[in-house]
């Protein structure tokens, strides 16, 4: 194989809008962009990264600590490529971290496009995806990175030795690996059973942009886990099922009905719990609404938060203003971007 350069840019990517927790996905704007030269003529050595912008300072340039670069390890292990070849990559990210706008997500599919990029392996979109899946174990987030747009997904029912091989803990799936253990890495890594995920994009109506409200501190997906209950009234369950079903379709209807999409992306199944954690929440998505805010479609946490996300046709400048105001009081600093609905992942060669 001749040396080659290329890019791999993935999205930001919102969870859940409202009443689809773990089941719907949108990709925005803010990109991760990872820029690959690969010299297939060198040794292998270990992957030299650099990397700029959001994160930059908590990031591990390590390759076997660097979460992208351990998913591509993955997949390459999982079909018989135990080395990196010699390159460099510079990763370029726009996604801050830890705000519910998909970081962990896209680094993850930046890792499985890298994987299959250098060891040449030409996956389909569903394999790719079951790669994501055995890592980041909610399908939202990673599906939506990867095919773009406004998307809803579900994980298969698998057999039972394919569940079996899917619930290896993350762990064993991404060990961190040591830089000098030459090509005996132990035991293989758990191959990702084929089809996990299943995924349908909805339509979007090309009027709608998002509005990120992002407070200024970090939340892990880990911790706005933990607070959520094992199970839910059926009550609860119907309220987001309504919502959900109505939603999937009036955010694709030209023009939008605001008084049908603000109700439709209301949520009882992880919002009401996750409110402990993000001081405004309830304020900012219950005082802010289409009649007080012209142009206002809906407004929800942003998958696990703490970012707020405000769907709208217009008036945004307003409602990040007042969205700040409430925060403000609460004690919560906060920035805001107008984002658009963008297309999915990309390889590019150079
Ligand atoms: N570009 C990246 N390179 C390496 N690691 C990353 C990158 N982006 C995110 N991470 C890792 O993912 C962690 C954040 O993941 P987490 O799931 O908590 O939040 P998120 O993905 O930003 O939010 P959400 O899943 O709610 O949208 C970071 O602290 C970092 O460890
Ligand atoms: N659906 C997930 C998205 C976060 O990655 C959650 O809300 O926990």
């Known amino acids: 194989m001749g040396d080659r350069k290329f890019t791999i840019r993935v999205p930001a990517t919102s969870a859940n809008i409202g009443p689809g927790f773990d089941v719907v996905g949108l990709s925005l704007s803010l990109y991760l962009t990872l820029t690959v030269e690969v010299s297939y003529s060198s040794p292998p050595s270990s992957p030299v990264i650099t990397y700029s912008g959001e994160g930059a300072e908590e990031v591990p340039l390590d390759a076997y600590k660097n979460l992208t670069t351990r998913v591509a390890l993955y997949v390459l292990r999982c079909h018989g490529i135990q080395k990196f070849p010699s390159m460099k990559m510079h990763a370029r990210n726009e996604i801050p971290f830890g705000r519910g706008l998909g970081s962990s997500g896209a680094a993850v599919i930046a890792g499985v496009l890298l994987g299959d990029a250098i060891g040449n392996l030409k996956l389909s979109t569903g394999r790719l995806l079951d790669f994501a899946l055995m890592v980041e174990r909610h399908p939202d987030n990673v ?168 769907l709208g046709t217009e008036g945004f400048e307003k409602i990040a203003e007042d969205a700040a105001r409430i925060f403000k009081e609460k004690g919560v600093d906060v920035d805001w971007k107008v984002l658009d609905v963008v297309g999915g992942s990309e390889v590019v060669e150079n």
């Open 143 to 310: 599906t939506a990175a990867l095919v773009g747009g406004f998307v809803g997904s579900y994980l298969r029912e698998l057999d039972k030795a394919a569940t079996e091989a899917a619930s290896v803990p993350l762990s064993e799936v991404l060990p961190e690996y040591p830089a000098d253990a030459g090509e005996d890495w132990g035991n293989d890594p758990p191959m990702a059973p084929v089809g996990i995920g299943h995924y349908v994009k909805f339509g979007w109506a090309k009027e709608i942009r998002a509005l990120a409200i992002i407070p200024r501190f970090e939340l892990s997906t880990a911790k706005a886990r933990e607070v959520l209950p094992e199970s839910y009234s059926r009550k609860d369950v119907i309220f987001n099922m309504q919502r959900l079903a109505v939603l999937t379709t009036a955010l694709a209807q030209s023009p939008p009905d605001p008084e049908l999409t603000y109700e439709a992306m209301k949520d009882r199944v992880h919002q009401p719990y996750r409110k402990k954690l993000i001081p405004g929440l309830p304020e900012v998505t219950s005082l802010i609404t289409p009649q007080t805010h012209t142009g206002l479609l809906g407004i929800c946490l942003s998958g696990a938060g703490p970012t707020i996300l405000a």
